[in-house]
């Protein structure tokens, strides 16, 4: 009996986790779960349609990626073809939700072109078994697929692959 509910157990968190090559689990975020910053609910449906650059960022790992958000901006992507999200998970994090929240409405209006998303409940780590307390990066297709991720710092190489992905997916 044990091993049944061990098996059913490992099966269930199978199908929530995000996979490469598929279309992850649904997800929203909206209300006392977050959603973006301007006020609107962010639904995972919205991956689509473009190449999407996902940053999941504990707020106290905010920097550990900045080389390969440096490395995006030197590309100037078509926008048309590119977008770019922010997903902050603020229940990593010790400070304020408030201070972080008025933060990110501030890195909205500095970059515009960008998509802040707050996930107040760690809902993408739940979901999506994303990397807690860290910097998440994930990439996906027009299609929604999950082309590459990767839980913590980038090398110089890895950052040097992203960017070929996303130039071949576009």
Same mark, same amino acid.
Request: proline residues 4%; hydrophobic residues 40%.
């Given at each position: 009996?044990?091993?049944?509910?061990?098996?059913?157990?490992?099966t269930?968190?199978?199908?929530?986790?995000?996979?490469?090559?598929?279309?992850?689990?649904?997800?929203?975020? %909206?209300?006392?779960?977050?959603?973006?910053?301007?006020?609107?609910?962010?639904?995972?449906?919205?991956?689509?349609d473009?190449? #999407?650059?996902?940053? #999941?960022?504990?707020?106290?790992?905010?920097?550990?990626?900045? !080389?390969?958000?440096? !490395?995006?901006?030197?590309? &100037?992507?078509?926008?048309?073809? #590119?977008?770019?999200?922010?997903?902050?998970?603020?229940?990593?994090?010790w400070?304020?939700?408030?201070?972080?929240?008025?933060?990110? $409405?501030?890195?909205? +209006?500095?970059?515009?072109?960008?998509? #802040?998303?707050?996930?107040?409940?760690?809902?993408?780590? $739940?979901?999506?078994?994303?990397?807690?307390?860290?910097?998440?990066?994930?990439?996906?297709? $027009? +299609?929604?697929?999950?082309?590459y991720?990767?839980?913590?710092?980038? %090398?110089? +190489?890895?950052?040097?692959?992203?960017?070929?992905?996303?130039?071949? &997916?576009?």
């Amino acid at each position: 009996m044990k091993k049944i509910v061990l098996t059913l157990f490992i099966t269930l968190g199978s199908l929530m986790a995000i996979e490469i090559g598929q279309v992850p689990p649904k997800v929203q975020l %909206s209300g006392e779960s977050g959603g973006k910053v301007d006020g609107t609910p962010w639904n995972s449906s919205m991956l689509k349609d473009k190449v #999407y650059v996902m940053f #999941y960022v504990d707020p106290d790992e905010r920097k550990a990626n900045e !080389a390969l958000t440096e !490395a995006l901006k030197k590309r &100037h992507f078509n926008r048309e073809k #590119y977008a770019s999200i922010a997903m902050i998970n603020l229940a990593a994090s010790w400070l304020p939700n408030a201070i972080l929240e008025s933060k990110l $409405k501030e890195k909205q +209006k500095t970059f515009p072109d960008t998509i #802040y998303v707050k996930d107040k409940k760690k809902v993408l780590v $739940k979901k999506w078994q994303l990397a807690d307390d860290n910097s998440d990066i994930l990439i996906f297709d $027009k +299609k929604g697929r999950l082309l590459y991720q990767k839980f913590g710092k980038l %090398s110089q +190489k890895e950052i040097e692959q992203i960017l070929s992905l996303i130039e071949k &997916h576009l």
